[in-house]
């Protein structure tokens, strides 16, 4: 079982529409939980950030951490094609870069 | 600012020819460098990471070396490649912002023929 279970999709979505993106993972000493965004042929870049469970709010994004079912969430209201790009999670047990483990990516399409 | 380069950007090369990726980071001092793999379909795979000249951990056991000759320049190499090295490599830096963020270089996308 990989440590952390990210479905790849494609998913294509309807401009405007909510989308929600998820992970679970199987350790549970993991503690810092990121969502990064990666457009086509770029690097990954940080998006959201949040710290053991709870919810974090940064305009039309939001991501959820439920540490009792080892899930996490990233959710776009208001989805615009500028949106599109591969979505990956990433967790730590402790605080440092070179601990993180990442999700496998969703690749989100958002059409106009 | 903070930029982190990368280069060559794209690159063909038949296997067992060497390799040789160069990434370098500017307005920042003692950043640690990280260098990822990212194959189709699957997530970043840490390869080499260094908090400081010389210092190099390596996390999986595969054909490829890093070394960090200055304190801002991070090197990729093999001296034979294979081709299940193909991939999109990716050179990294964190610094002493929120703890587990990473500044990406634009990659570098190796394919091995």
């Known amino acids: 079982q990989k440590e952390v279970e990210q479905d790849p999709g494609p998913l294509s979505v309807p401009e405007g529409a909510i989308v929600s993106l998820n992970c679970t993972y199987s350790?549970?000493?993991?503690?810092?939980f990121m969502w990064y965004r990666q457009y086509s042929r770029k690097g990954p870049e940080l998006l959201m950030y949040?710290?053991?469970?709870g919810n974090k709010e940064d305009g039309r994004f939001t991501a959820q951490v439920d540490k009792s079912s080892k899930y996490i969430s990233l959710f776009i209201r208001d989805s615009q094609p500028s949106d599109s790009a591969t979505y990956l999670c990433a967790m730590s047990l402790i605080q440092g870069a070179q601990k993180l483990v990442f999700g496998q990516g969703t690749r989100l399409t958002i059409n106009p | 600012s903070q930029t982190i380069h990368q280069w060559p950007a794209t690159l063909v090369q038949p296997v067992g020819s060497p390799l040789s990726l160069e990434c370098t980071v500017e307005g920042t001092s003692n950043p640690n460098l990280y260098w990822y793999r990212q194959a189709a379909g699957r997530g970043l795979q840490l390869l080499f990471y260094s908090v400081g000249i010389g210092q190099i951990s390596s996390e999986v056991p595969q054909n490829l070396s890093a070394s960090r000759p200055q304190d801002r320049q991070f090197i990729l190499s093999s001296k034979k490649l294979l081709l299940s090295d193909s991939g999109f490599y990716l050179c990294?830096?964190?610094?002493?912002?929120?703890?587990?963020?990473?500044?990406f270089g634009e990659g570098s996308r190796l394919t091995v023929l």
């Open positions: 350790n549970s000493a993991f503690q810092y």
């Open positions: 949040t710290y053991s469970s």
């Open positions: 990294a830096w964190s610094g002493t912002g929120y703890p587990g963020e990473l500044f």
